[in-house]
C-alpha cells in the first residue's frame, strides 16, 4: 500500500509507513532539517535547469550535498557540491590532502573488470592513517600484523609513486569467482624490487619452508617473480575491498606495483594485460568516462549486476543504499568521481542503464 500524509503545505508519499511516521514527527516537533545550520547552508539558488535536486549525506564518505539530476538517452546524471569540512568525514579529508590524477586507467585493467577505483596518493601519511582507522576492526589484527602493516606502509611511502588502482574482475576459470588486485605506480622498479626483495628474505625461516617466497608467473616472452609477504591487513587499508588479513602477493609488471591477497589472481591480471585483454576498449566504459573530468582525485566504477554477487568482498566506497535497493540498481553500471579545490568538493555521479 502508499501510505500518504496531506498537510496545508505538503504532501509527503511513500510505500514505507514507518517513513511517513518520521515525517509527522518531525513535522509536529518542529525539528527538521530546516533547523540544521549545515542543510541550511548547502542550498543555493539555482543556476540552471535540472529535472530534479537531490541532497544527501554520506556517513564517513561525505557531509551533506547538494545533486543536481539531469537524464539523456540511457544515463541519469548527478552533479553535487559539498563545503561540508567535518573531520568526521575522513574519506574526504583524506582526499583534500591529495594532488589531483589525469587520465582514466583503462589501459592497466582487465577487460573483465566489473569493478575499479583510482585515486591520487601524493599524500601518503593521510592516506594510510585513514586506512589505519578503517582497519581496526579487522579481527586479526595482531601486534605482530601491525608491525607488518607499518613496516610495509614505509617502504610504499618510499617506492610508490602518485596514484593508486583497485580493482575485481572475473578470473579465467568463473568458478573461482572474482579477483582483486591493486596497482600502484611505481617511481624507481629496479630499487623498489630490490628492496622488496630485502622484505621478503626478511620473513622467519617457518613462513619460507611453509611455501615458497619467490615463484614465477610465466607469459609467452618473460617470467615475472612473485612474492610473498608475510600476513598482513595493509591489501585491505588500501583497495577498500574488505578481506581478512592474509599473505600479500606482490609483482612487478609494466611499471607498476601489483599487489594482491592471492597468487593466481596476480598471474591472471598480468596474463590478462599481456594479451592485450584490457578494459580501454570496452564500449560501455568508452561511454561512462566521456561524461567525466580528465582531471580528478577518487573514480570508480561499478556494474552493480556483478558487484552484488560478490558478498565475500564488499566495497567500502559502494554506499548501503545501493545494497539495499539492489533488486532496482543492479540494471545499472555507477561511473563517481570527485574533485577537490579550495576546501570544497565536487562528487559527480552518472548511472548508465544497462538495456537489453
Request: proline content about 3%; overall charge negative; hydrophobic content about 40%.
Amino acid at each position: 500500500f502508499l501510505a500518504c500524509y496531506l498537510t496545508s503545505d505538503f504532501m509527503a508519499l511513500s510505500f514505507q509507513k514507518k517513513l511517513i511516521e518520521n515525517v509527522i514527527d518531525a513535522y509536529k516537533s518542529g525539528k527538521s532539517l530546516a533547523d540544521d545550520s549545515t542543510f541550511t547552508g548547502i542550498r543555493a539558488p539555482k543556476k540552471s535547469a535540472a529535472a530534479a535536486t537531490i541532497y544527501t549525506r554520506m556517513q564517513g564518505m561525505m557531509g551533506w550535498t547538494e545533486f543536481d539530476m539531469k537524464m539523456k538517452d540511457d544515463f541519469i546524471y548527478f552533479s553535487g557540491i559539498t563545503h561540508d569540512a567535518d573531520t568526521c568525514f575522513a574519506f574526504i579529508n583524506q582526499l583534500r590532502q591529495q594532488q589531483s590524477v589525469k587520465g582514466f586507467p583503462g589501459e592497466v585493467l582487465p577487460s573483465t573488470a566489473f569493478y575499479f577505483s583510482r585515486q591520487g596518493i601524493t599524500d601518503w601519511v593521510s592516506l594510510l592513517s585513514y586506512g589505519n582507522a578503517q582497519g581496526q576492526s579487522v579481527p586479526a589484527r595482531t601486534s605482530e600484523v601491525q608491525n607488518r602493516d607499518k613496516e610495509f606502509s614505509r617502504y610504499l611511502m618510499e617506492n610508490a609513486g602518485q596514484d593508486l588502482v583497485a580493482c575485481l574482475f572475473q578470473r579465467e576459470d568463473t568458478l573461482q569467482g572474482a579477483a582483486a588486485v591493486l596497482s600502484l605506480s611505481v617511481a624507481d622498479v629496479t630499487e623498489a624490487e630490490r628492496m622488496l626483495r630485502a622484505l621478503v628474505n626478511a620473513a622467519s625461516a617457518d613462513e619460507g619452508r611453509r611455501n615458497p617466497r619467490i615463484t614465477f608467473c610465466y607469459t609467452a616472452d618473460k617470467a615475472y617473480p612473485v612474492y610473498r609477504l608475510p600476513q598482513t591487513t595493509l591489501f585491505t587499508q588500501l583497495s577498500s575491498f574488505v578481506e581478512s588479513a592474509s599473505e600479500l602477493y606482490a609483482a612487478f609488471y609494466a611499471g607498476r606495483l601489483l599487489l594482491a591477497p592471492d597468487e593466481d589472481s596476480l598471474s591472471d591480471y598480468i596474463l590478462r594485460l599481456d594479451k592485450g585483454e584490457v578494459l580501454d576498449s570496452a564500449v560501455t566504459y568508452k561511454a561512462g568516462m566521456s561524461n567525466l573530468s580528465d582531471s580528478y582525485h577518487f573514480m570508480l566504477m561499478a556494474d552493480f549486476e556483478h558487484l552484488f554477487r560478490q558478498v565475500e568482498k564488499q566495497v567500502c566506497f559502494v554506499p548501503d543504499f545501493f545494497v539495499r535497493n539492489a533488486e532496482f540498481f543492479r540494471n545499472f553500471i555507477l561511473f563517481a568521481q570527485f574533485t577537490c579545490a579550495d576546501e570544497v568538493a565536487y562528487p559527480t555521479i552518472v548511472l548508465k542503464y544497462k538495456a537489453d
